[in-house]
């Protein structure tokens, strides 16, 4: 074999090793915009809007989203150790997790889709309906507040915790008479049976529970929230939040860090899109952007015949 026939022979290996190398990539990734199977790490204060969305997406395409509900910081945890690829989150990534990223050649893409808030909530036989901030913050500062016993938190690792903490500008974690537990359904059920505790919750697991959990949702009053900056007391309503109202309230971001053209940026593009906006709209949260109306124009109108 002379030396040409070598050189040759090494070329042809090393172009069908790159071939080989090319479509094996290619056949790793198990989706593309709107079709093949993808997992979703839902911040789990959040998941029900999510799962809706979730459930007319996959109608209207051939694709499967496995949802994984997290606490926040399980969920950034995990977009920072590349076990998750796409997030839901109530927040954008810091500067400092983007640069994390951007050290491992990783760029994420963020997209606001919606806003909700975080709701409080207490038990029907407690009959007041109102609460302000500040008697939240002198409760976790350890002094006596008559209308409230105990905060309770869906975990302490939750979104929920760091959007009351940030709004009120204190710790609440390792604070006297706060709990948590570990989802927002425990919190609502432990809330419907305890006089006098405040429940912190997303409040799409108000407006849309699980079937099995309506029975403690009617258990329960969403109380009406003070800010001394508001000058009122405001629920968490869909006007409320639209307007700037309500104290408690956050954005809704899918982070997508899948480096190609995926189911990410496929949901992503849906949650912005007239559809899942629709959704946002009749869930009771806002949407980013107000759905279109279309309005049909006639020139003449025509009587019913009896």
Same mark, same amino acid.
């Given at each position: ?41 839902? @911040? ?9 969305? !979730? ?17 926040? %910081? ?6 920072? %150790? ?12 810091? &500067? ?19 806003? @909700? ?10 009959? @007041?309906?109102?609460?302000?901030? !500040? ?5 976790? &500062? ?19 915790? +760091? ?32 006089? $006098? ?10 407006? !849309?529970?699980?079937? @099995? /959990? ?11 929230? &003070? ?5 009122? #007391? ?5 006007? %409320? /939040? ?7 309230? +956050?954005?809704? #971001?899918?982070?997508?860090?899948? $480096? #190609?053209?995926?189911?990410?940026? $496929?949901?992503?593009?849906?949650? *912005?899109?007239?559809? *899942? !906006? ?13 759905? *279109? ?5 006639? %020139? ?7």
């Amino acid at each position: 074999m002379n030396k040409l026939t070598k050189t040759l022979i090494g070329f042809v290996l090393l172009t069908l090793l790159f071939v080989f190398s090319c479509q094996k990539k290619e056949n790793d990734k198990q989706d593309t915009i709107i079709e093949g199977k993808a997992t979703l790490y839902v @911040d789990e204060s959040i998941l029900p809007i999510i799962e809706d969305e !979730q459930a007319v997406f996959e109608t209207e395409y051939k694709a499967k989203l496995h949802l994984v509900p997290q606490s926040e %910081n399980e969920i950034v945890n995990a977009l920072l %150790n590349d076990t998750a690829k796409i997030a839901i989150l109530t927040r954008e990534l810091s &500067k400092q997790e983007i640069n994390a990223f951007k050290a491992k050649k990783i760029f994420p893409k963020t997209t606001p889709f919606a806003s @909700d808030a975080v709701a409080l909530i207490k038990s029907k036989t407690d009959k @007041d309906t109102l609460v302000t901030l !500040q008697d939240i913050s002198k409760f976790l &500062k350890g002094e006596a507040v008559s209308n409230i016993k105990g905060l309770v938190f869906d975990n302490a690792n939750s979104s929920t915790v +760091r959007c009351l903490s940030k709004v009120l500008g204190t710790s609440v974690i390792n604070q006297k008479n706060v709990f948590s537990l570990k989802t927002n359904e425990e919190v609502i059920k432990y809330v419907s049976k305890n006089d $006098g505790m405040v429940g912190v919750i997303g409040m799409n697991w108000i407006f !849309q529970p699980p079937l @099995d /959990l309506q029975e403690f949702v009617d258990k329960v009053n969403v109380l009406a929230v &003070k800010d001394k900056d508001k000058g009122g #007391y405001f629920f968490p309503t869909q006007d %409320n /939040l639209a307007m700037g109202k309500y104290s408690l309230a +956050r954005h809704l #971001y899918i982070v997508n860090c899948q $480096g #190609y053209s995926g189911l990410g940026m $496929g949901f992503a593009s849906f949650l *912005g899109g007239e559809r *899942g !906006q629709r959704i946002i709209l009749k869930s009771g949260l806002v949407p980013e952007r107000t759905p *279109g109306r279309k309005i049909m124009i006639r %020139n003449t109108i025509t009587k019913d015949k009896n």
